[in-house]
């Protein structure tokens, strides 16, 4: 085991760490209601998005192949959860989206599909770092730094901007129980 691996830094085992709490967060989005579910959100997704910035910048190593292990049947039924749990409030207006300098229209978003697409990274790399091939998961990193940088980062960052203003400027209500509501 080389300690001096990039592999066994703090920022790298610390994004582990919180990538593993998102993905099983994500995962058990049937147990949470809707409130407890943005309100976690709201305070693990800067988490995920800082640790996910502090990765050592690795060199991919081409002739490593990857067996990813989040499929699209598991992407569409996370996506498909987190959906159903927000309800009227998964769409948001997206600002960032490419299309929406060509466009005088508002383009519409989905938290769900947001959430879902940081979910494919981070369960993918936390499955490939868990296999203990030091080869496998510095390449892992590497994967995921570069899809952090270019592919889900921003939709992190969307999601949250939305969450944020459900969590805070929204009539969400913590649970009570049914005599209360009465």
Same mark, same amino acid.
């Given at each position: 085991?080389?300690?001096?691996? +990039?592999? @066994?830094?703090?920022?790298?085992?610390?994004?582990?760490?919180? *990538?593993?709490?998102? $993905?099983?967060?994500? !995962?058990?989005?049937?147990?949470?209601? %809707?409130?407890?579910?943005?309100?976690?959100?709201?305070?693990?997704?800067?988490?995920?998005?800082?640790?996910? *910035?502090?990765? =050592? &910048?690795?060199?991919?190593?081409?002739?490593?192949?990857?067996?990813?292990?989040?499929? !699209?049947?598991?992407? &569409?039924?996370? #996506?498909?959860?987190?959906?159903?749990?927000?309800?009227?409030?998964?769409?948001?207006?997206?600002?960032?989206?490419?299309?929406?300098? @060509?466009?005088? *229209? +508002? /383009?519409?978003?989905? /938290?769900? &599909?947001?959430?879902?697409?940081?979910?494919?990274?981070?369960?993918?790399?936390?499955?490939?770092? #868990?296999?203990?091939?030091?080869? /496998?998961?510095?390449?892992?990193?590497?994967? $995921? #730094?570069?899809?952090? /940088?270019?592919?889900?980062?921003? =939709?992190?960052?969307? *999601?949250?901007?939305?969450?944020?203003? %459900?969590? @805070?400027?929204?009539?969400?209500? =913590?649970?009570?129980?049914?005599?209360?509501?009465?």
């Amino acid at each position: 085991m080389n300690e001096h691996s +990039p592999i @066994y830094e703090r920022n790298t085992l610390e994004f582990v760490t919180v *990538a593993l709490e998102f $993905c099983s967060f994500i !995962e058990n989005t049937k147990e949470v209601s %809707l409130f407890d579910f943005v309100d976690k959100a709201t305070k693990l997704l800067p988490l995920l998005y800082l640790k996910a *910035a502090l990765l =050592p &910048e690795i060199e991919s190593d081409d002739d490593i192949e990857l067996e990813l292990t989040v499929t !699209e049947d598991m992407y &569409e039924s996370v #996506r498909e959860r987190i959906a159903d749990l927000l309800g009227e409030y998964d769409a948001y207006l997206d600002t960032f989206h490419p299309d929406m300098q @060509y466009s005088d *229209a +508002p /383009i519409a978003a989905f /938290i769900s &599909e947001n959430l879902a697409d940081v979910y494919q990274d981070t369960g993918n790399f936390v499955s490939l770092f #868990r296999q203990g091939n030091e080869d /496998i998961m510095q390449e892992a990193m590497a994967v $995921c #730094r570069t899809n952090f /940088i270019e592919f889900w980062g921003q =939709p992190l960052l969307n *999601a949250l901007k939305a969450m944020h203003s %459900l969590r @805070y400027n929204a009539s969400l209500e =913590p649970d009570t129980n049914e005599e209360e509501q009465e």
